[in-house]
């Protein structure tokens, strides 16, 4: 599971029984293993969360025991009414949100340049289940680079993203790197601030930790009973 920063992946180890120390895969980042899962703080933004997550999928891949999952996992923004804040969103899909080109006509996504793809489809199967025993609401979640502080801001992503629910800043990093390895990836947010103008005494970000960890107590039989394989560790 990667997470952003170590304040999120300590939320979710609080999720399991049993959380186990450190350990180093090589190159990558330190992983905190916990309940048979692996815990890896890849950074902030999609950029640093795809290299470290492609390396730990890597490193685990060489020693013999690759992951069968990739979940992306932390707190972000949510789109008022509709991802108040304390509530869980699971993508059904994880869209770059501003990788393409401005142009006089307005935004062009990097699809209709003709290069790579914007967005990743999580296992339909697998978000059902995870929205029917946790309460998370499924929708798009977007992946910034540049959080969004305005109201104008707001209303474009909404306008080209009309399915959106939250925003974050790693999902589609670590989606590009599971793709890569041929891994199923899955995101999980917990709502701690709205989509729009900048407020930071408005953001409720403990809430926010509390609930990932309430979701992740709820998903460790969903994960294991979805499971295709019989690894003991999850990416």
Known sequence: MAT????????VARAFPGAGGERRL?????????GGY?????????????????????AAALAGTPYDLVVSAGIGGGFPPEAPLGSLVVADAITAADLGAETADGFLPVTELGFGTITHRPPAALVRAVA????????????????????????????RHPEALAEGMEGFGVAE???????????????????????????????ALAALTDGFGKLAPVLESWSPHEHQHHR
């Open 38 to 58: 692996d815990l890896l703080a890849a950074g902030v933004g999609p950029a640093m969360a795809a290299a470290s997550t492609a390396t730990a999928l890597t």
């Open 177 to 207: 790197a599971a793709a890569a390895h041929g891994v199923p990836v899955l995101e999980i947010r917990a709502v701690s601030n709205p989509v729009g103008p900048r407020d930071r005494a408005a953001w409720r970000i403990g809430d």
């Open 132 to 159: 029917e025993t946790t309460g998370a609401r499924p929708g798009t979640v977007l992946t910034v680079s540049t959080v969004t502080g305005t109201a104008v801001r707001a209303a474009a992503l909404r306008a």
């Open 4 to 11: 952003a920063v170590p304040a999120e992946r300590d939320a």
């Open 26 to 34: 090589p190159g990558a980042a330190p992983v905190r293993s916990a």
